[in-house]
């Protein structure tokens, strides 16, 4: 068996994304391989034929997000629009289906990379590898959360949820993991060699993947060392970052940004700005969810307000600010560095948490932790 089946199915199950033995990959070379035999194989078989991929996966997401999902789906008239960050720049939307005929999922899959099958499961492709079926397997799971604890927030106060509504929220917060509160020791700076900040980076990486502080690929870690910021790639995983971090001179000298983060200007101004050397950005599900929560009605910038919300807004003490990935005018280059500070961070709507720290990464990952677990608890003080 390819061992890259192996990998990702106990990445998932490690994510709380899937069971044990749930998901089913197939993967192209010389030819179509998968992972176990299926019920479904032969009929996703086809879709190698007629769609420019090399890679698929078919599962059953576990709880909560199987509930939430098929929730979604049932009154989503044929797509689901989460608000949060990741699903405007990755996914768009995601379209629902109860066909399971190939051209139907081939006709879905032409525009977007993945389809939800309410009471059955998610179909997600990758043209390259396999890891872009489980980015976007994650990024849906993870959307669907955010999007119903979000709606069901605004519902209560509004006092019009529904009774099927109410169920799910109660069977979904009976599936959520308890809050992590052990901190982890991490390596002690100030680093003296690129080979320490490397080490501590991809150390401080995993401990936030493995936290569930982020999902997929998303989020970004960074180190500066003289003039050199050290900085995760684009597109890699925070858990994996062997071979992964970009080392960019703070003057502009070399194009080794080329391949770094997107957030790169971002991080650059914050430790400009604050005299920091090291910055994580998660996307904490519950600091994410307080973060697009607002109760004034009719507000003006509703339709634009994850790029320039006109209103001070906080959340358990912590600034929350507006602002999109880039240099450009309402960029986070621009909106983060000027509220950040190390005794709290700063989340950006829809996007997450950035945290820094003098010397290492012990505060900015104890403050990671300590605010998702801040927010969790003001959720469900909200509710009530």
């Known amino acids: 068996m390819n061992p890259m089946f192996e990998f990702f199915e106990k990445k998932m199950v490690d994510s709380g994304l899937v069971e044990n033995g749930a998901p089913l990959f197939g993967f192209l070379d010389a030819v179509l391989e998968w992972n176990r035999p299926h019920a479904e194989a032969q009929r996703l078989a086809e879709l190698f034929k007629t769609l420019n ?17 098929d929730y979604l789906a049932e009154f989503g008239e044929g797509v689901i629009t989460p608000r949060d960050c990741e699903t405007r720049t990755f996914l768009h939307d995601l379209p629902t289906t109860t066909d399971l005929n190939p051209r139907g999922l081939h006709s879905l899959l032409k525009q977007r990379k993945g389809i939800i099958i309410p009471q059955y499961g998610i179909v997600t492709t990758g043209s390259v590898s396999l890891e872009q079926a489980y980015v976007t397997f994650s ?43 052990a901190i982890p020791s991490l390596r002690k700076g100030p ?41 995760s790639q684009t597109g890699s995983s925070l858990d994996q970052l062997v071979d992964s971090i970009d080392p960019c001179p703070l003057d502009g000298s070399s194009c080794a940004g080329l391949t770094a983060s997107s957030e790169l200007s971002a991080h650059m101004r914050i430790m400009e700005e604050t005299g920091s050397q090291t910055i994580l950005h998660g996307h904490p599900p519950f600091t994410v969810i307080l973060s697009m929560d607002c109760e004034r009605k009719d507000c003006e910038g509703r339709d634009t307000c994850h790029l320039k919300c006109p ?10 600010v507006t602002g999109e990935v880039g240099t450009g005018p ?10 950040i500070s190390e005794e709290k961070g700063a989340i950006v709507y829809g996007h997450g948490l950035f945290t820094i720290g003098r010397t290492d990464f012990n505060t900015p990952f104890k403050r990671l932790l300590d605010v998702e677990n801040e927010c969790r608890r003001e959720y469900f003080r909200r509710i009530g």
């Open 191 to 231: 680093f003296g060699s690129e080979n320490e900040v490397l080490a501590a980076m991809a150390e401080a990486g995993k401990m936030v993947v493995g936290h569930r502080l982020v999902d997929s690929y998303f989020g970004n870690i960074s180190c500066r060392l003289g003039g050199i910021l050290y900085i």
């Open 53 to 69: 991929i090399n890679s698929l996966l078919f599962a059953r997401p576990a709880e909560p997000y199987r509930t939430i999902i």
């Open 139 to 181: 990024s849906i799971c993870f959307a669907c959360f955010v999007k119903f604890f979000c709606d069901y927030l605004q519902d209560r106060r509004a006092g019009r949820e529904n009774p099927n509504q109410q169920r799910v929220f109660t069977k979904s917060v009976a599936a959520l993991p308890p809050p992590t509160t």
């Open 330 to 339: 309402h960029g986070l280059c621009h909106t983060v560095p000027p509220v």
């Open 311 to 320: 209103h001070h807004r906080i959340v358990c003490e912590i600034p929350i």
